[in-house]
């Protein structure tokens, strides 16, 4: 069961020393301004990919006068997850105490979801959002798609190093972008064949919380279609000399939302966004669990700003339907109240200058 049965945080933000142990189901966090709500989320995003999603700078999320975060969580699976950052990058990950070299063994044991304001970048941002978004639950359901991912970035690093040259080899160029063309192949059936399976979900989604006609989402490899990616490459290398960089290719790959010819964004109102960005992350709760089993964990920072009444509700059941850990912030625990199905009784804690008490 992907949910965390207890979790320890120590000097994350204003949270000096807390442990908390979660319920499987909803929690809530509610607090004043300032109080420590969403850097509690932040200390559960640690325990996933160990990186905050505010900061890019470890040195912001360490307490002032400390050295370090640790962040120590043990799973109602039995797992421990325990990491440690300092404020020169130094990093311990440990696994079932055994020291990891990297984050994708924790990322695939705690998949998570995160909903807060910046989610809306999935509609309004570039296209690195969407496509980070698509890949996540490639990543989850392929797993070959991250050595893939990984080859495809290699040979493009190489391929861009080349253009920036002054006189770049030709045949070096070409022979990089043949190994990225066999790569893009790859992951772009990956890409493919999640995305047939994630829109029906998706659809089923948004319509279970709002009817939009006419929005369609539409997947963009990065490049023409009908083609392989070698001959393009090929075809447009005095372009990319030109731009010193490659300008197609999987990394320019895109989930196209849209309401005919518009950008969904242009169109749809604040609430209307929310509840889309909702649909698109629960969907891939959904999907994951359909296809793996696995549960998602959700992060929701602030779930009744921009929403109604009756809005926030649909969004509670539906969280509620997936039957997985949910964390979720707000500033006053009775904006939810009337929120919940009557069979679900939400675990509340009240959080107050970075200490956490259940209520
Ligand atoms: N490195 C740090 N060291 C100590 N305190 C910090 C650090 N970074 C941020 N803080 C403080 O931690 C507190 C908690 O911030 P957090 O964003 O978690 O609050 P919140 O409860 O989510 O508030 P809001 O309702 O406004 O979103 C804030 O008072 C913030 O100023
Ligand atoms: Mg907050």
């Known amino acids: 069961m992907t949910a965390i049965r207890r979790i320890d945080v120590l000097g994350l933000r204003n949270l000096s020393n807390v442990q908390l142990l979660p319920g499987e189901g909803v929690n809530i966090f509610f607090g004043a301004n300032g109080s420590g709500k969403t850097s509690l989320l932040e200390a559960v995003y640690y325990t996933g990919l160990g990186r905050s999603f505010r900061s890019q700078r470890v040195e912001s999320v360490i307490q002032t006068g400390l050295d370090e975060i640790t962040v120590f969580s043990e799973l109602f699976s039995g797992a421990t997850i325990g990491v440690t950052k300092g404020r020169s990058g130094n990093h311990i990950l440990k696994l079932m105490g055994e020291r990891q070299s990297n984050w994708l063994p924790t990322a695939r044991q705690l998949p998570l979801q995160l909903l807060n304001s910046d989610s809306f970048d999935l509609l309004e941002g570039s296209s690195k959002t969407r496509r980070k ?138 609430g209307q966004q929310k509840l889309v960005v909702v649909a698109l992350k629960v969907a891939q709760g959904v999907l994951l669990s359909e296809l793996t089993g696995t549960k998602v964990l959700f992060l929701v920072d602030d779930l009744p700003s921009e929403l109604d009444k009756n809005n926030r509700k649909r969004v509670c059941e539906l969280l509620c339907q997936l039957e997985s850990q949910v964390f979720m912030t707000c500033v006053d625990a009775s904006d939810l109240d009337d929120a919940w199905p009557s069979s679900i009784c939400p675990r509340k804690f009240h959080v107050e200058h970075g200490k956490i008490r259940p209520v």
């Open 133 to 270: 978004f698509l890949d996540w639950g490639v990543f989850h359901v392929e797993h070959d798609f991250s050595g893939d991912w990984r080859g495809a970035a290699k040979c493009l690093a190489q391929r861009n190093l080349l253009l920036k040259q002054r006189t770049p080899d030709k045949q070096q160029l070409e022979a990089w972008g043949a190994e990225l063309g066999s790569y893009a192949a790859r992951i772009d059936c990956s890409r493919r064949s999640y995305i047939t399976l994630f829109l029906p979900v998706f659809e089923r989604t948004l319509s279970s919380l709002i009817g939009i006609p006419g929005l369609a989402v539409k997947y963009f490899r990065g490049w023409e279609d009908g083609a392989e990616l070698v001959d393009v490459l090929n075809a447009s290398l005095e372009r990319d000399v030109r731009y010193g960089a490659t300008q197609t290719g999987p990394h320019r790959a895109d989930l196209q939302i849209r309401i005919g010819k518009s950008r969904a964004d242009e169109i749809l109102s604040r």
